[in-house]
């Protein structure tokens, strides 16, 4: 394969004093000339969100607007995407953008709207040239459909490598299967489409052509979802009163940075959380509750409903929603109950051991999902799946203990870009 590390410009290193970040787009698909592969910049309703322009003639990008690869030749400069979506489209022009009242987001699970029979992905990026926390990231936490590759650089040095590894058939059949290759609403997991579809192993040994899978987290999350149920791990931690740590800092405001410590049980009502968080040397006790009903579903979202202080709402940016980020997690990579020893306190099993031993430092990928839970399948198996095959998000908090994202500071890269790859 063709290793790309020179661009036609490099940007001088002058701290945030540059014009942006130039990226380049490669085609890879030997099915899909670049006159047939699609850029759309959406996930942003908001004009101001996106500043960015074609190298070849200076002209500016708008949100929503498909451009081809053969169009984009040249690459473009990025100065600023914030909270933005780079999707591709493999073989026809996005045609559910531009759409400004669904913040531009091309459609993947409604079978009656246009997009949906064509096979396109993303990267999901936040970049400012003026902020040192710009990332970009793959992700298939709400779906999949395109092998897509990150590189970044500084001055032509190859600084960070996202990808995906194994034929694109490959990804659809290991996680189709989880769902029973559902195809159907409202349990649409695998998405059918012979004239536009991978030649992928279907159940019973047959050949159907998929164009995407859909996520757990993005299927309804009652009992229709068709994906494993969270409910016999629950079950577990509540019959053998599994009591878990949790623990850890908020990084999401100045020093000193607010601390978290509760214990959570499972009982008849569901997941109980109780405890402390402490800012500025002061503690305030808090009660947190996910009733039986949102906790299987919630664990695959990320986001259930929570019953916080005597208020139901959705986990904030905060201490608190650390703290429920931290079980969720540890539900998805079986940390919870694990009797398998934590290679970061030596003696100890990850049940022990509190969350923020988990991930600080991160252990490795390798003692998560079965190697956490070897004699159950307790823990998220689309996730798991997905591991073996994609530097992509699994799910929500892949980032837990994992590396899903590129650092894009301004400071230190220059230069990215995103390679279509073949389908295997």
């Not at 999401?252 to 607010?258: A, D, I, K, Y």
Request: glycine share 6%.
């Amino acid at each position: 394969m063709l290793f790309v590390v020179a661009f036609s410009s490099l940007l001088p290193r002058t701290g945030f004093g540059i014009d942006g970040l130039n990226v380049k787009f490669i085609d890879k698909n030997p099915d899909y000339p670049s006159s047939d592969v699609y850029v759309a910049f959406c996930g942003q309703s908001d004009p101001t969100t996106l500043v960015a322009k074609k190298l070849s003639d200076g002209t500016a990008l708008k949100l929503g607007v498909s451009y081809s690869l053969a169009d984009l030749k040249d690459g473009i400069l990025l100065t600023r995407f914030i909270a933005g979506r780079i999707c591709i489209k493999l073989g026809k022009k996005f045609e559910s953008v531009p759409n400004p009242g669904n913040a531009n987001n091309p459609n993947f699970n409604n079978p009656s709207l246009p997009d949906f029979n064509f096979r396109w992905d993303k990267a999901e990026i936040t970049y400012d040239v003026t902020d040192p926390n710009s990332v970009i990231n793959l992700s298939a936490t709400d779906f999949f459909g395109v092998r897509l590759r990150i590189r970044t650089y500084d001055a032509g040095n190859l600084k960070r490598t996202l990808s995906w590894q194994e034929p694109i058939a490959t990804a659809f059949h290991d996680t189709g299967a989880l769902c029973n290759f559902s195809d159907k609403p409202p349990k649409l997991a695998v998405c059918i489409n012979n004239a536009n579809g991978v030649p992928t192993q279907g159940p019973n040994l047959s050949i159907i052509k998929v164009v995407r899978v859909i996520a757990p987290s993005t299927l309804p999350t009652d009992v229709t979802n068709p994906y494993p149920s969270f409910q016999d791990y629950i079950n577990h931690v509540r019959s053998n009163a599994i009591v878990t740590k949790i623990e850890g800092e908020f990084f999401g405001t100045p020093p000193p940075l607010p601390t978290y410590k509760f214990t959570a049980v499972v009982d008849s009502n569901g997941l109980l959380m109780t405890g402390t968080v402490t800012t500025n040397s002061v503690p305030t006790s808090h009660v947190i509750k996910i009733e039986t009903s949102n906790l299987d579903g919630g664990i695959y979202t990320a986001n259930p409903i929570c019953n916080i202080d005597g208020v139901n709402k959705h986990p904030a940016n905060n201490a608190i929603g650390a703290a429920i980020r931290d079980v969720l997690a540890g539900f998805s990579y079986g940390f919870i109950g694990s009797k398998e020893q934590n290679p970061n306190v030596p003696g100890k099993t990850f049940g022990e051991t509190t969350s923020k031993q988990w991930h600080t430092p991160p252990v490795a990928i390798k003692y998560a999902f079965a190697a956490a839970q070897p004699n159950h399948p307790f823990y998220n198996q689309y996730a798991a799946a997905l591991n073996l095959l994609t530097d992509a998000y699994g799910f929500p908090y892949s980032d837990f203990v994992q590396a899903p994202l590129a650092a894009l500071n301004p400071k230190s890269i220059d230069s990215m870009d995103i390679t279509v790859l073949a389908d295997k």
